[in-house]
């Protein structure tokens, strides 16, 4: 049975690449009706570390990608698997200080060259290491990284990798507080988990040979590697962000869906349940994946225009609860204003801008519309002419709105733009729009006549 898993490390909040990677782990399992994991990797947080955890389970719950959660209970457990690899000789105990790594650090930096550790403690005599040890020395515990030849392992996704030895770095296993790191626990957590597909970011790939030296040193099945192609965004879009602004987790997770993947088909839409009925982690490209937020507005929208009336208003009307007071208005009038903008808005949020001219008493003409008014008399006729017939008008309704506009046609014998660009523009102050009947009619008799007089 495949098992996969998703590690999160609570040193932040849970970003766009974070879920597409677990989406992709999630997918990788169920698709062979496997298990998947997601696994909180710290057990001692502090307490914005515990807003994150708690904010990272929130999300993949309320995005479906549910599993078993596992979390650390201690790093004593680690600490003995790195002792372990001590009296095999695949670890050392090191005693360089801070200082003395911070200073080869700047060696390093100054001679334009790339630091690595130098091995210092290496060769140091294991009877003297065990002394320091015993009497409290600060230390860490290194992995013994073989100096000579390469080191090859097989990618799902980028084929055979392979490495020269002398370019691996001896990394910390054990930190000086006895805790382990980030790297050495993942590796002793999915092999005890019995994790089959070890999923990660390619941004690590140069790293694997460490992680299956340690596999092989400590006597773990190896598991297969599955590498996921970076995504690159010249724009900063944060899942919070997206989230508050009013994109749909079904949208969300659909276009992730698409970054780094490509199904067989032409097919663009797809519910949970289909993919992982259509993913193939054969199908995972090795490119850089571009998050595109045009291409993501444009699925939240289609997503958007496929919801029911009643799903729709669920969903865009509280946007418009946060910034107008809504008391003064029936029920039957913000339904109208909400499904007006259904198929222009392309995220909640969007609603409070384009609605903003049905909330205010008036509104500012740019110097364009200004000037685009008084540049024809034609204009100003087609203006003039409509505040005379709202004037006279005693039942405002959608019905003798398009009679208004059709006295005011024959009268200056205006049509198309003529007649209708300049009344949207006195009125709303754009020229473009909802369709006008509708906004008129939402903006009530008055208020039209009030953004007339000041024409």
Request: charged share 30%.
């Amino acid at each position: 049975m495949i098992r996969t898993r998703f590690s999160f490390y609570p040193k932040k909040h849970v970003d766009i690449e974070d879920l597409r990677n677990a989406l992709f782990s999630y997918l990788i399992a169920k698709h062979e009706d496997g298990e998947f994991f997601f696994r909180i990797e710290d057990s001692h947080l502090k307490s914005y570390e515990n807003e994150y955890q708690d904010f990272a389970k929130k999300i993949f719950t309320e995005f479906g990608l549910n599993g078993d959660y596992e979390f650390k209970k201690t790093s004593e457990n680690h600490k003995a698997y790195a002792e372990k690899l001590v009296n095999k000789g695949k670890a050392y105990y090191c005693f360089c200080t801070e200082e003395e790594l911070n200073r080869k650090r700047l060696e390093a930096t100054e001679n334009k060259t790339t630091y690595i550790y130098d091995g210092t403690c290496r060769l140091f005599p294991k009877d003297e290491a065990r002394r320091k040890v015993l009497i409290e020395e600060q230390y860490v515990i290194r992995q013994r990284m073989p100096k000579e030849g390469q080191t090859t392992f097989r990618d799902l996704v980028y084929g055979d990798i392979t490495t020269l030895n002398s370019c691996l770095e001896d990394q910390i296993l054990i930190k000086s507080d006895g805790t382990s790191t980030y790297n050495f626990a993942n590796v002793i957590d999915d092999a005890l988990m019995n994790i089959t597909h070890v999923t990660m970011s390619e941004k690590v790939l140069t790293s694997t040979p460490k992680y299956l030296l340690l596999y092989e040193s400590l006597g773990f099945s190896v598991p297969k590697f599955i590498h996921y192609p970076r995504i690159v965004t010249k724009l900063e879009n944060t899942l919070i962000d997206l989230l508050n602004q009013g994109f749909l987790k079904e949208a969300i997770l659909n276009y992730i869906a698409l970054l780094g993947w490509s199904p067989k088909s032409t097919q663009e839409f797809f519910t949970l349940e289909q993919l992982i009925q259509k993913f193939d982690f054969n199908h995972i490209n090795k490119r850089p994946a571009c998050f595109d937020i045009k291409k993501l507005k444009w699925f939240n929208h289609q997503y958007i225009i496929r919801l029911s009336d009643e799903e729709y208003i669920t969903f865009v009307k509280p946007y418009l609860e946060q910034f107008y007071k809504l008391e003064d208005k029936s029920e039957e009038w913000i339904r109208y204003l909400l499904l007006m903008y259904k198929k222009q808005i392309y995220f909640a949020s969007e609603i409070v801008l384009n609605a903003h001219m049905f909330f205010v008493n008036h509104i500012e003409l740019e110097e364009k519309e200004i000037s685009y008014l008084k540049s024809d008399t034609r204009r100003k006729e087609v203006v003039n002419t409509f505040k005379d017939e709202v004037k006279k008008e005693l039942n405002w309704n959608r019905e003798t709105i398009k009679e208004i506009l059709e006295h005011v046609k024959e009268k200056t014998t205006s049509t198309g733009s003529l007649l209708y660009m300049p009344i949207r523009i006195s009125i709303t102050g754009k020229r473009k729009g909802p369709d006008l009947v509708d906004c008129l009619y939402l903006l009530g008799q008055k208020k039209v006549l009030e953004r007339l007089e000041t024409i």
